[in-house]
């Protein structure tokens, strides 16, 4: 969009900005969407939104337009790893739309095909570090999505914090306009901790799923026994990866709780 005189200027057009910027357009502001790189390059990342930011994204306007980009409804969730192999997963799986009912969720489209692909080159990596700031705004100036602070994505919740971001930023200055801190501190508050939250979830999922030690082994082991008896502490500590930040009681986020996880 090209204006000479923009209400704002939103500075990357990654699913943070991009969004915010055609909220805010379609609320009756001059936006200008400005993004350094000329051509898309696939970075593989980003694949799966939760349940929690998909209902985000509906709020703040979205949902036909993610869906319109081929979006494909996960009903199951079939996780497998060295101590539980492929067909026993499938076996126990679980369907996730009796947790999840608000989802109207339907299963994944040749998802067989896909769990017997074989892999055409070596595996890119990326390192699992959260990062965060307390304060992402200054007068006129205000930071959302991975800009202001990234969760490991072990757990992949960044695209649903990013539609968190844009719903409650856009509602925010659309309703008063006001740049100030002053008028930005609740979204700054409310973010650093809803940040928080998420980190301490993605720590103790990356703690489980992630440590290839003996030890690391049989607590998955014991994890596993907990969370397919349906254990109220699993569901608890981990429950906001599909319910996100805000749906749980406070403890959910305690380290008591979790620690108590990882023994
Ligand atoms: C390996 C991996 C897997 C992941 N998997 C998932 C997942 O399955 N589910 C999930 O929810 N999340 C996942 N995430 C996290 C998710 O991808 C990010 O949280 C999300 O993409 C952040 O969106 P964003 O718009 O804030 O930032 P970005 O997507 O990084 O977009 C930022 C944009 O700004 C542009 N830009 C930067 N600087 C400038 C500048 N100075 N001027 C102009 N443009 C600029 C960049 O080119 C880019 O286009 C994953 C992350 C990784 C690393």
Redesign the pocket.
């Known amino acids: 969009m090209r204006t000479k005189n923009p209400d704002v200027v939103v500075?990357?057009?990654?699913?943070?900005?991009?969004?915010v910027a055609a909220v805010l357009a379609r609320g009756g502001l001059e936006v200008l969407l400005?993004?350094?790189?000329r051509a898309y390059r696939d970075?593989?990342?980003?694949?799966?939104?939760?349940p929690w930011?998909v209902l985000e994204a509906r709020a703040a306007g979205l949902e036909t337009v993610i869906r319109g980009a081929r979006a494909v409804d996960a009903r199951y969730n079939v996780p497998y790893d060295e101590l539980v192999a492929p067909s026993a997963a499938e076996a126990a799986r679980g369907d996730a739309s009796t947790i999840l009912p608000f989802a109207g969720l339907r299963s994944i489209p040749a998802a067989r095909g896909l769990g017997g692909a074989t892999a055409a080159g070596p595996c890119?990596?990326?390192?699992g570090e959260q990062t965060w700031c307390e304060e992402p705004y200054a007068d006129g100036v205000v930071l959302?999505?991975?800009?202001?602070g990234?969760?490991d994505?072990v757990d992949?919740?960044?695209?649903?914090?990013?539609m968190r971001?844009v719903r409650q930023l856009s509602e925010l200055l659309l309703a008063t306009g006001d740049w100030t801190v002053a008028a930005l501190r609740p979204y700054g508050q409310q973010r650093a901790e809803r940040l928080r939250r998420m980190r301490r979830v993605s720590r103790t999922f990356a703690a489980l799923m992630t440590t290839f030690t003996a030890d690391g082994r049989a607590r998955r082991n014991r994890y596993d026994t907990a969370s397919a008896a349906r254990r109220e502490d699993v569901r608890l500590a981990l429950g906001a990866i599909h319910l996100g930040p805000d749906r749980l009681p406070t403890e959910a986020f305690s380290d008591q709780l979790h620690e108590s996880l990882l023994t």
């Open positions: 500075v990357g057009a990654g699913i943070a900005g991009a969004s400005l993004e350094r790189q970075r593989v990342r980003g694949e799966y939104m939760a930011g890119a990596t990326f390192s959302l999505g991975d800009a202001g990234y969760d994505p992949g919740q960044g695209l649903s914090l990013a971001d």
